[in-house]
């Protein structure tokens, strides 16, 4: 996640469920567990929230972010692939994509 954002609840979409998203460490600091640090701290402010469920999409390209979040405890949503092609805007700013999106989903309650 970027260092310039003060706020971890930035990285959470106001939807419902809520939507983790931006997730990103750098480089040098991988595979220290910081970003399952950063997913769990998410959990735990949309749990404080009151949600049942965090939701996330993830590129059915983007192995390594999937290995991560099956670690953390998500599991598919069930929902159909979503397929990405133009703009999309993310909280951190508008980016052109062209990719395919499996929608992950973890209960909070259990
Ligand atoms: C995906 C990303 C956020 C992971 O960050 P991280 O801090 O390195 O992740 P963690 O150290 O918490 O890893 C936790 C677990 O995830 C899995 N994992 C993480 N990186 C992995 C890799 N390169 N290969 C395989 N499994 C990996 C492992 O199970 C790991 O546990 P382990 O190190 O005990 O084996 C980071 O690689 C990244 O910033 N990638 C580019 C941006 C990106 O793809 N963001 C996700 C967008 S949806």
Redesign the pocket.
């Known amino acids: 996640m970027g260092g310039r954002r003060t706020s971890r609840s930035r990285y959470i979409a106001s939807t419902e469920p809520p939507e983790l998203q931006d ?3 750098i480089p040098r ?8 640090a950063l997913v769990s701290a998410a959990e735990a402010e949309c749990s404080v929230r009151g949600f049942l469920e965090i939701r ?1 999409e ?2 059915m390209a ?1 192995v ?2 999937q ?2 979040y099956g ?1 953390c405890g998500f599991r598919e949503a069930g929902v159909p692939v979503r397929r990405v092609k133009g703009r999309v805007v993310l909280r951190a700013g508008p980016i052109e994509v062209d990719d395919n999106l499996l929608v992950l989903a973890k209960r909070l309650d259990g």
């Open positions: 997730l990103e460490v600091h991988r595979r220290l567990g910081v970003a399952t996330l993830v590129s983007n390594v972010a290995a991560l670690a």
